[in-house]
């Protein structure tokens, strides 16, 4: 991973390339201002102040500086600086006038690459931006590191991570944390976790199934479970998908990743939490071994799950994860899942469907994800829905006997596994940008990881 905290320094009057930030309502008042060298070179780049824009202009001798445009100079997003620390060469810069505030972390995240698999990776060197917030510098670069890692870990192709790969991933973070890791698997897993044993049997030897759990924190702080859907590869299982719906399913442990970055931020944080991750970590594979569709399967805390569809494993593993999680008695659950297509059709790529068994909760991610830039829209665990989720032959199904809901009827699903008086929240998010905005490549992504931290922190913080 890049050293992203070589990328932020603190501003001691240190010679560098002023970047002047201007918006589409001040861009005239600002032009008038400029000599006439700077106004012919805005002129000829077709600079207009909006939003990521930006121009550079000549300066007396071979010195230059840069004018981007900003959604709005007065409240500048995390994304203000994204598109220039894309576009500007290597280089040591400062905002002018002003502190960049919380456009850092766009500075951070615009400077991402995944190139793993090229032979000759771009050679381009670190653009260096001065902050008068030395304060900042700490918390924005564990955000960054937070983002790369969900990103990094979607974007490796299933061939190359698999259960077996998410499990050094954990044992990766207890390596550097002094965190516990505990990894259940073969016969301990069937006879414990029958869903996710079910789920995952039919993977080929060296990716079978397993629930991998860390344990982190002072057992004196309050106990807050985070899991994460890891189902490293879907092909839909015996109700397996389509070509076109397989395409991106490496991103299926999407969850998994996100719940793995939150981790990494609580316990760098040292947020006073007694922290349990789990992940559910299993290939949804086809052979003679799989489960089928009508199968009823028993889970972690009885109830009986009649197989409706085998592309609908995700709240399976999920469940028996939360159940798992339920017996430590935790304050709070967070999941994250990349669940279901329904939730996409609703909100589109952008936004997580976020479900809440708590209005108290519902609220502070709501705030939160506003406050970070970093949306949740929030959908209804509307009850009388669970009806569509009855079995003649068992106590539910795992699909809903209607093409309706699907969003809503999942996450239904997954608080027949949370008791009431527990404080739960499901993300499920897309885990994914299928076009790139700046500071947010296309592929894989973080998506309400910073609402998740945000809540947390103001829940828990000092």
Same mark, same amino acid.
């Given at each position: 991973m890049i050293d992203l905290k070589a990328l932020?320094?603190?501003?001691?009057g240190q010679p560098a390339t002023p970047l002047h930030l201007v918006d589409k309502k001040g861009f005239e008042a600002w032009l008038k201002e400029q000599p006439a060298r700077a106004r012919k070179a805005v002129e000829a780049q077709g600079f207009k102040g909006e939003g990521f824009q930006l121009a550079i202009l000549p300066g007396e001798r071979d010195?230059?500086?840069?004018?981007?445009?900003?959604?709005?100079?007065?409240?500048?997003?995390?994304?203000?600086?994204?598109?220039a620390a894309e576009s500007l060469p290597e280089g040591l810069y400062r905002v002018a006038g002003r502190g960049p505030g919380p456009a850092v972390l766009g500075w951070l995240l615009g400077q991402y690459r995944f190139e793993r698999y090229k032979k000759e990776?771009?050679?381009?060197?670190?653009?260096?931006?001065?902050?008068?917030?030395?304060?900042r510098i700490d918390e924005a670069v564990l955000q960054a590191e937070a983002t790369f890692l969900v990103r990094d870990l979607v974007n490796?192709?299933?061939?190359?991570?698999?259960?077996?790969?998410?499990e050094m991933?954990?044992?990766?973070?207890?390596?550097?944390?002094?965190?516990?890791?505990?990894?259940?698997?073969?016969?301990?897993?069937?006879?414990?976790?029958?869903?996710?044993?079910?789920?995952?049997?039919?993977?080929?030897r060296g990716r079978e199934p397993r629930l991998l759990e860390l344990d982190h924190g002072d057992q004196r702080h309050p106990r807050i479970a985070v899991v994460g859907k890891g189902v490293c590869f879907d092909s839909g299982g015996l109700d397996?998908?389509?070509? @076109?719906?397989? $395409? &991106?399913?490496?991103? =299926?442990?999407?969850?998994? !990743?996100h719940a793995l970055a939150l981790a990494r931020l609580i316990i760098k944080s040292r947020l006073p939490v007694r922290l349990h991750l789990l992940i559910p970590a299993v290939e949804n594979a086809v052979s003679g071994a799989a489960f089928r569709p009508g199968d009823i399967l028993k889970s972690r805390n009885g109830l009986t799950v009649e197989v409706g569809?085998?592309? @609908?494993?995700? $709240? &399976?593993?999920?469940? =028996?994860?939360?159940?798992? !999680?339920?017996?430590?008695?935790?304050?709070?659950?967070?999941?994250?899942?990349?669940?279901?297509?329904?939730?996409?059709?609703?909100?589109?790529?952008?936004?997580?469907?976020?479900?809440?068994?708590?209005?108290?909760?519902?609220?502070?991610?709501?705030?939160?994800?506003?406050?970070?830039?970093?949306?949740?829209?929030?959908?209804?665990?509307?009850?009388?829905y669970a009806e569509m989720l009855s079995s003649d032959v068992a106590d539910l199904g795992n699909v809903a006997d209607a093409p309706m809901a699907g969003a809503v009827t999942a996450a239904l699903f997954l608080q027949k596994f949370v008791p009431a008086g527990t404080a739960w929240a499901h993300l499920d998010t897309f885990a994914w940008r299928s076009a790139a905005k700046p500071g947010r490549p296309k592929g894989g992504d973080a998506l309400g990881l910073r609402a998740a931290w945000e809540m947390l922190k103001g829940r828990f913080g000092k």
């Open positions: 932020l320094k603190p501003d001691q010195e230059w500086t840069a004018v981007l445009g900003v959604a709005n100079v007065d409240e500048l997003s995390p994304w203000c600086l994204a598109k990776p771009s050679a381009r060197g670190a653009r260096v931006l001065l902050t008068d917030e030395p304060a490796i192709p299933a061939g190359d991570l698999g259960p077996a790969e998410l991933a954990v044992l990766a973070l207890a390596d550097e944390s002094g965190a516990q890791v505990n990894v259940t698997r073969d016969e301990a897993l069937t006879e414990g976790y029958p869903m996710i044993a079910a789920v995952g049997r039919a993977a080929a397996i998908k389509p070509s @076109a719906g397989m $395409r &991106l399913m490496k991103k =299926d442990m999407g969850g998994a !990743a569809n085998t592309d @609908a494993e995700g $709240r &399976l593993i999920l469940a =028996d994860a939360l159940t798992r !999680a339920l017996e430590q008695k935790p304050e709070l659950i967070v999941d994250f899942a990349t669940l279901t297509g329904a939730a996409r059709v609703a909100l589109g790529p952008d936004l997580p469907a976020l479900f809440v068994n708590d209005e108290g909760l519902a609220e502070a991610l709501l705030a939160s994800g506003t406050q970070v830039s970093d949306p949740l829209w929030r959908m209804p665990l509307w009850e009388p």
